[in-house]
């Protein structure tokens, strides 16, 4: 999932690589770096969005080199969308751009399958997303700060990490702004706990 | 579209619903959505009540197509109202989820619903019972199902506490109907709740415009 806020945005991923019933990596970086300020957020089949992320990171660092400047996360979801969109019937790809530039701040694109381009203040895919809906919309408000946005990020997560079995192991979160990109990882045993019932 | 919806968004067995039952210290809160949908596309009924009354202090919803919910609930009536007679007092809530069961598993081959009984009666107080696919009974504090309920397992988990109050409870319980209604297609409508306790019952019925507004609406 990704959040914005004002100055940044923060994103989240679980850890779980799956085939089949079997946990083929339990640690998976799913939080991709396109470019210095810009990230994505992978989810559906493992090799078709690694494959995608390797191509639009080509793509954007050398438009970056053309332009002299660092690029726009509009232009690296467009990116992500025309690969997406082009390959759909070939493709099971759900990925969030998210990213800071100068033009606009923080920025949060969801491109998920079938390929359409949306920009969302909060957005959250994967299989494990439809189990917190509800969550994210009674409890998101609009200008929050980043330590929020980190904090709800990582309790949507675990929420959902619960209840999905395709998801798990650790929380990885990033915020991405101005000064640059911050990393955590949030284990399993220090994650937030919800009443058990 | 088509061919991409393969991902964990379509669920088999649930058709277009969102009930709720949950314990609050006193009684129980069991609510729905009150929309009846024909293939998701057409809402062949706006103001259908999924709550169905199975005896005095016990009530049940069903999640699944409506003509099984209305034999079921037909047959367990008539179960429960004899058993009542026999055992002449009022049935436990235990009783009457196990003749849900005991339909539910007989006819598990034909049947594709999820049962849940809610209510109070003097030994154990307020209880809910979930009666799964397939035939398999679990008392739980709070349970949700149906399509909708899929978007609010983790306000669920977040927001439930055991021993709330009945308005923290009747809160929570619209809240969460709401955050499904504004999610599923199938689900939607007015929200239908019953509070059941020790001194009786009461039906509160929130329609459209007054459910919980939420940040994007």
Known sequence: ??????????????????????????VTDKLTRIHDKIYCCRSGSAADTQAIAEIVAYQLGFH???????????????????????????L?????????????????????????????????GGSGSTYIYGFMDA??????????????????????????????????????????????????????????? | MEKHCTDSRVKGVSTGTTILAAVFDGGVVIGSDSRA?????????????????????????????????QAITKAA?????????????????????????????????ELQAGFMTAGWDKKNGPQVYVVALGGMLIN????????????????????YKPNMTKEECLQFATNALALAMGRDNASG???????????GVEHVVVPGDKLPKFHDE
């Open chain 1, 1 to 26: 999932m990704a959040v914005e806020y004002d100055g940044g945005v923060v994103i989240g991923a679980d850890s779980r690589t799956t085939t089949g019933a079997y946990i083929a990596n339990r």
């Open chain 1, 64 to 90: 970056s080199i053309e332009l002299d400047e660092p690029p726009l996360v509009e232009t690296a979801a467009n990116l992500f969308r025309a690969s997406c969109y082009r390959y759909r019937e070939e």
């Open chain 1, 92 to 124: 099971t790809a759900g990925i969030l751009v998210a990213g800071w530039d100068k033009r606009k701040g923080g920025q949060v694109y969801s491109v998920p399958i079938g390929g359409m381009l949306v920009r969302q203040p909060v957005s959250v």
């Open chain 1, 139 to 197: 409890n998101y408000k609009p200008g929050m700060n980043k330590e929020q946005c980190m904090e709800i990020t990582a309790a949507a997560l675990s929420l959902a990490m619960e209840r999905d079995g395709s998801s798990g192991g650790v929380v990885r979160l990033a915020s991405i702004s101005e000064e640059g990109v911050e990393r955590r990882v949030i284990l399993g045993n220090q994650l937030p706990k919800f009443s058990t019932h």
């Open chain 2, 37 to 69: 949908s024909v293939g998701e596309e057409y809402v062949s009924s706006k103001t259908i009540n999924k709550v169905i009354q199975v005896h005095d202090r016990i009530f049940c919803c069903i999640a699944g197509s409506l003509a099984d919910a």
């Open chain 2, 77 to 109: 009536k008539f179960h429960l109202s004899f058993h009542s007679v026999q055992m002449e007092s009022p049935p436990r809530v235990m009783a009457a989820a196990s003749v849900l069961r005991d339909l539910c598993y007989k006819n598990r081959e």
């Open chain 2, 140 to 159: 739980q504090l709070v349970t949700i199902a149906g399509s909708g309920s899929t978007y609010i397992y983790g306000y669920i988990d977040a927001k």
């Open chain 2, 189 to 199: 409508g007015v929200a239908h709740l019953v509070v059941v306790t020790e001194k």
